[in-house]
């Protein structure tokens, strides 16, 4: 029989069985003064330790923090088996939110700077603002931009963990996509348009669905800093053989350019009137 007494929880329990049977080697095997064995210890999770060592397995409590008392329990105890186990639920409860799909929101120009340049991962980022438009939209644009914000959880689903996705409802721009890597902006695609239609202008929101999946598979290329080399460079700039000069502008930044992609298309007949021309916000 050992008798063990908490010193700081004024608690006590006696453990009817052999130590050297049952406790082995573990902080149990010991006895005090006057056969006691004083812990200083809470001894909140003792009554579980005992159990786990009776039976050999024992319900461990779902929160994570009293799952981490118990590991630190099993641990000064030197109880292998339910520190094993502790360990295994934990991992497992990491595997569970690691599943979760988290997209920040920005709410400032200086937060997204330090979130863009302190991240190791490739970044995607919508900017959506709908509010931001002196016009109406064009029949279609409505659709195109829910559509945008559907590609963009998709994607956020798909490269989830590889990528890091953020959205923008605070900006400027009515919906227009960038591509970051290793902290600097690789690619932008614009999907807005100011277009002439029945004697008034009209914003125009386009869903380029082919190019924004392109441009996410690109900035593949800077995960783990692969893309930090010469080749990974080449290959990046060498990724789009089929955009014309007018849908591609690059803007200097030392020996690198930001692709910047602005969607034209033609105007259907019956969205504008007779020898008007579309005009392109850049």
Same mark, same amino acid.
């Given at each position: #029989?050992?008798?063990?007494?908490?010193?700081?929880?004024?608690?006590?329990?006696?453990?009817?069985?052999?130590?050297?049977?049952?406790?082995?080697?573990?902080?149990?095997?010991?006895?005090?003064?006057?056969?006691?064995?004083?812990?200083?210890?809470?001894?909140?999770?003792?009554?579980?330790?005992?159990?786990?060592?009776?039976?050999?397995?024992?319900?461990?409590?779902?929160?994570?923090?009293?799952?981490?008392?118990?590991?630190?329990?099993?641990? !000064?105890?030197?109880?292998?088996?339910?520190?094993?186990?502790?360990?295994?639920?934990?991992?497992?409860?990491?595997?569970?939110?690691?599943?979760?799909?988290?997209?920040? #929101?920005?709410?400032?120009?200086?937060?997204?700077?330090?979130?863009?340049?302190?991240?190791?991962?490739?970044?995607?980022?919508?900017?959506?603002?709908?509010?931001?438009?002196?016009?109406?939209?064009?029949?279609?644009?409505?659709?195109?931009?829910?559509?945008?914000?559907?590609?963009?959880?998709?994607?956020?689903?798909?490269?989830?963990?590889?990528?890091?996705?953020?959205?923008?409802?605070?900006?400027?721009?009515?919906?227009?996509?960038?591509?970051?890597?290793?902290?600097?902006?690789?690619?932008?695609?614009?999907?807005?348009?100011?277009?002439?239609?029945?004697?008034?202008?009209?914003?125009?929101?386009?869903?380029?669905?082919?190019?924004?999946?392109?441009?996410?598979?690109?900035?593949?290329?800077?995960?783990?800093?692969?893309?930090?080399?010469?080749?990974?460079?080449?290959?990046?700039?060498?990724?789009?053989?089929?955009?014309?000069?007018?849908?591609?502008?690059?803007?200097?930044?030392?020996?690198?350019?930001?692709?910047?992609?602005?969607?034209?298309?033609?105007?259907?007949?019956?969205?504008?009137?007779?020898?008007?021309?579309?005009? !392109?916000?850049?």
């Amino acid at each position: #029989m050992l008798r063990i007494r908490f010193a700081n929880a004024g608690r006590k329990h006696v453990v009817l069985w052999e130590p050297k049977e049952r406790i082995g080697n573990t902080g149990l095997c010991s006895a005090g003064h006057n056969g006691w064995v004083v812990l200083d210890r809470c001894g909140r999770h003792f009554g579980l330790v005992l159990n786990f060592m009776r039976d050999g397995s024992v319900p461990l409590p779902e929160s994570h923090r009293e799952l981490e008392e118990v590991l630190k329990e099993a641990q !000064y105890y030197r109880v292998q088996g339910l520190v094993q186990h502790c360990t295994s639920a934990m991992q497992k409860q990491r595997d569970v939110y690691e599943g979760v799909c988290r997209i920040p #929101m920005i709410t400032s120009t200086k937060e997204e700077q330090r979130m863009i340049n302190t991240c190791r991962k490739p970044v995607v980022k919508l900017q959506n603002n709908r509010g931001n438009n002196k016009y109406s939209y064009t029949s279609n644009s409505d659709d195109n931009l829910l559509k945008n914000i559907e590609l963009f959880d998709k994607l956020g689903l798909r490269f989830n963990g590889r990528v890091l996705f953020v959205k923008d409802v605070l900006g400027d721009e009515i919906c227009c996509w960038s591509f970051y890597g290793e902290g600097r902006k690789i690619a932008e695609v614009c999907c807005t348009s100011i277009v002439y239609a029945t004697e008034k202008k009209q914003t125009k929101v386009e869903f380029p669905e082919a190019r924004i999946f392109e441009e996410t598979l690109n900035i593949l290329i800077y995960e783990n800093g692969r893309g930090s080399g010469p080749g990974g460079v080449a290959l990046l700039e060498s990724s789009s053989p089929g955009a014309s000069q007018s849908e591609e502008e690059g803007a200097s930044a030392g020996d690198r350019r930001v692709r910047r992609i602005h969607v034209r298309r033609h105007i259907m007949h019956d969205e504008r009137g007779h020898g008007q021309q579309t005009v !392109y916000k850049d």
